[in-house]
């Protein structure tokens, strides 16, 4: 009788388990989500309360293009003032422009709830410390989706429909308010490389005044080394031409090229590599972007 009555205890209790895992479901596919807290993305600080960017390996970059990357070759960070930095100013359809400035605006209360709604910012609480991996998948870029509250990734496919549509409406997102916003002035970050002899650059343009790359550069093979957060901080007007620059590079005064640096020459004929990118107040004395509770390989392994 004791063992019987112990198997029915037992049958009992494993239905009940299955019964509320089932409910459990049905509640999340009908819409009846767990009761996640809620967040004021605008909350009036200078924190960052939103941010989403897609990063590489730093050892899967090409030499000298790691300054240009660190914080994401695609990004939006958004802080408690409801100030916004979008990168690509430009979305090229296939590929984004590593070319582009970065763009910063205001939301309005508006925007601020449609965007809270459009990326289900709640929701991101079921997914938190969670990758998604695409099977398979072995060189894909890590995308991070990160708030105070939670954060998750993904590499490659999301892995559901609910998450890829948070990621398709944050790549919306990136264009639109790079449409209504402004390019950053003020400092950038580079980092510069004694050119090689083989390289064959369109027109070269002169070094800026009051910088001294020798200082700075590396050789060829050395920029392989080159961390996050190794980038040069350059201000006032030297800052100011070399995004002068970049923007004539980019807007085709000079024909076409292919390749994401400046062609720069001294006054003692040594010609440089030089990756230009702009900075944005979030970011730390090193140039980055420190979102708690992630880790990012900074250097080449």
Not at 148 to 164: I, K, T
Not at 189 to 210: F, K, S, Y
């Amino acid at each position: 009788m004791k063992s019987r009555r112990h198997q029915r205890i037992v049958y009992i209790s494993i239905k009940l388990t299955f019964l509320a895992s089932l409910v459990a479901v049905l509640l999340f596919n009908y819409g009846c989500e767990p009761d996640y807290e809620d967040i004021i993305l605008c909350d009036g600080s200078d924190d960052v309360r939103l941010a989403y960017r897609m990063q590489s390996s730093v050892g899967r970059i090409p030499p000298g293009e790691q300054v240009m990357v660190e914080n994401g070759y695609s990004f939006l960070y958004l802080d408690g003032q409801c100030r916004y930095w979008a990168f690509p100013r430009e979305y090229d359809g296939s590929s984004d422009s590593i070319w582009s400035d970065v763009v910063t605006g205001k939301l309005t209360p508006g925007q601020e709830a449609k965007l809270k709604d459009d990326l289900s910012v709640i929701q991101w609480q079921a997914w938190d410390q969670k990758h998604f991996h695409e099977p398979g998948l072995f060189d894909a870029g890590t995308a991070t989706f990160w708030t105070p509250m939670a954060m998750f990734q993904c590499s490659g496919d999301c892995g559901s429909n609910l998450r890829e549509e948070i990621y398709t409406n944050t790549r919306t997102w990136i264009r639109t308010l790079a449409e209504q916003g402004d390019p950053v002035e003020g400092a950038v970050r580079v980092a510069a490389i004694i050119m090689p002899d083989e390289a064959l650059p369109n027109p070269l343009q002169p070094v800026p005044e009051d910088i001294d790359l020798r200082e700075h550069a590396v050789s060829f093979g050395d920029a392989y080394n080159i961390c996050f957060g190794d980038g040069i901080l350059v201000t006032g007007d030297v800052a100011d031409t070399l995004r002068r620059y970049r923007r004539e590079y980019y807007g085709g005064k000079y024909g076409n090229f292919d390749y994401r640096y400046l062609p720069l020459e001294a006054a003692d004929g040594q010609k440089y590599m030089v990756y230009v990118r702009d900075t944005t107040p979030p970011e730390g004395d090193n140039g980055l972007v420190q979102l708690e509770g992630i880790s990012t390989s900074i250097c080449p392994d």
